[in-house]
T-cell receptor, first 112, second 114 residues
Framework: SQTIHQWPATLVQPVGSPLSLECTVE??????LYWYRQAAGRGLQLLFY??????ISSEVPQNLSASRPQDRQFILSSKKLLLSDSGFYLC???????????FGPGTRLTVL | GENVEQHPSTLSVQEGDSAVIKCTYS??????FPWYKQELGKRPQLIID?????GEKKDQRIAVTLNKTAKHFSLHITETQPEDSAVYFC?????????????FGAGTRLAVHP
């Protein structure tokens, strides 16, 4: 079964600073990868998904970007953080015949 | 595109009672319907799912039913326990090779009181 790693687990950043969150997946190959954001007490908002290396689709216009430099690595970035970027960032992966989607442990980002 | 509505937004039950959460979807082509449980501060965990070729699926105290004609599906938890307290999300998608983009409901906060 696949294992999803995310780091850092928590992050406090000032407004205007850059961001880089990393997600790696073990135990599978050619996964579809997803970045979600969850504001406090809210639902799951899909930000980006990727079906392969270098292939990124954006769901919501924003000041975030994503990259997939390797098959099992997915990175979420920003050049200048906004207060509204605060939230719980979840990486997810699905692969194989049954397409179940599993989530990583998440990164809790606070922008001050 | 797909739209998923989930009700109720909050649900409070006594330990031992049953809990039912309902979702409706808009895209008749959707064929995969997972349910996730999210405890406070944790990641969503897949607890059960159903595909459009079956009407019901059970796993111990939880079950999911699907009515394709009415485009709704429900989560049933029997003999609730305090550890069932969490936020539950339903989702729907069309799985057709490649990736599947889950569309999530807004969530139901379930509180089970001892």
């Amino acid at each position: 079964s696949q294992t999803i790693h995310q780091w850092p687990a928590t992050l406090v950043q000032p407004v205007g600073s850059p961001l880089s969150l990393e997600c790696t997946v073990e135990g599978t190959s050619n996964p579809n990868l997803y970045w979600y954001r969850q504001a406090a007490g809210r639902g799951l908002q899909l930000l980006f998904y990727s079906v392969g290396i270098g292939q990124i689709s954006s769901e919501v216009p924003q000041n975030l970007s994503a990259s997939r430099p390797q098959d099992r690595q997915f990175i979420l970035s920003s050049k200048k953080l906004l207060l509204s970027d605060s939230g719980f960032y979840l990486c997810a992966s699905n692969s194989g015949t049954y397409n179940e989607q599993f989530f990583g442990p998440g990164t809790r980002l606070t922008v001050l | 595109g797909e739209n998923v509505e989930q009700h109720p937004s909050t649900l409070s039950v006594q330990e031992g009672d049953s809990a039912v959460i309902k979702c409706t979807y808009s895209d008749s082509a959707s064929n995969y319907f997972p349910w996730y449980k999210q405890e406070l501060g944790k990641r969503p965990q897949l607890i059960i799912d159903i595909r459009s070729n079956v009407g019901e699926k059970k796993d111990q105290r939880i079950a999911v039913t699907l009515n394709k004609t009415a485009k709704h599906f429900s989560l049933h938890i029997t003999e609730t326990q305090p550890e069932d307290s969490a936020v539950y999300f339903c989702a729907a998608t069309l799985v057709s090779g490649g990736y599947n983009k889950l569309i999530f409901g807004a969530g139901t906060r379930l509180a089970v009181h001892p």
